[in-house]
T-cell receptor, first 111, second 116 residues
Framework: GENVEQHPSTLSVQEGDSAVIKCTYSDSASNYFPWYKQELGKRPQLIIDIRSNVGEKKDQRIAVTLNKTAKHFSLHITETQPEDSAVYFCAASMSGNQFYFGTGTSLTVIP | GAVVSQHPSRVICKSGTSVKIECRSLDFQATTMFWYRQFPKQSLMLMATSNEGSKATYEQGVEKDKFLINHASLTLSTLTVTSAHPEDSSFYIC????????????FGPGTRLTVL
């Protein structure tokens, strides 16, 4: 089955700096890679996703890159703000099937 | 769009009782619903995949007789924790796939179960 690894587990950045979270996956058949943000006690919220036919996708301060050959994908948050503080999860799946989640990254943005 | 509700948000019960949690997709038809369990500061652990009108598919190590899943319609799935014990205390989250983007999952707000 699919195995998703996520690093780092915790990340602290100064407000305004960039944050990068990396994930690797094992199953080359996976073709959909979403990223979720979860605040304490709340539901995971989809923040960006990418499909395997695309190498990069950007939405304002958030971007995701995918390297299919190396089987890794990364989340980039620029100009971080305190409200970006949360736990971020990556996931990998084959379209329409179950997600395999990474272990999560706790991001703290220091004002 | 793509709103998923979950009820109740919080439940406290005595050991040995059963608890039912409902997951509803409010503005789209969910072809598939998923049930997760999340321990504090940990990732989401998939328990089972639920398709409307068919039996749920359980992940390895999840007792299907203890965690009963019923997907009665394209907008409703229920998880019943039978004969709950303190070790079943956890945050249970459902998600639904469907609507305009069949690839992604939209999560409910979760149910905090505490078994005394």
């Amino acid at each position: 089955g699919e195995n998703v690894e996520q690093h780092p587990s915790t990340l602290s950045v100064q407000e305004g700096d960039s944050a990068v979270i990396k994930c690797t996956y094992s199953d080359s058949a996976s073709n959909y890679f979403p990223w979720y943000k979860q605040e304490l006690g709340k539901r995971p919220q989809l923040i960006i996703d990418i499909r395997s036919n695309v190498g990069e996708k950007k939405d304002q301060r958030i971007a995701v890159t995918l390297n299919k050959t190396a089987k890794h994908f990364s989340l980039h948050i620029t100009e971080t703000q305190p409200e970006d503080s949360a736990v971020y999860f990556c996931a990998a799946s084959m379209s329409g099937n179950q997600f395999y989640f990474g272990t999560g990254t706790s991001l703290t943005v220091i004002p | 769009g793509a709103v998923v509700s979950q009820h109740p948000s919080r439940v406290i019960c005595k050991s040995g009782t059963s608890v039912k949690i409902e997951c509803r997709s409010l503005d789209f038809q969910a072809t598939t619903m998923f049930w997760y369990r999340q321990f504090p500061k940990q990732s989401l652990m998939l328990m089972a995949t639920s398709n409307e009108g068919s039996k749920a598919t359980y992940e390895q190590g999840v007792e299907k007789d203890k965690f009963l899943i019923n997907h009665a319609s394209l907008t409703l799935s229920t998880l019943t924790v039978t004969s709950a014990h303190p070790e079943d205390s956890s945050f249970y989250i459902c998600s639904a796939a469907g609507g305009g983007n069949t690839d992604t999952q939209y999560f409910g707000p979760g149910t905090r179960l505490t078994v005394l």
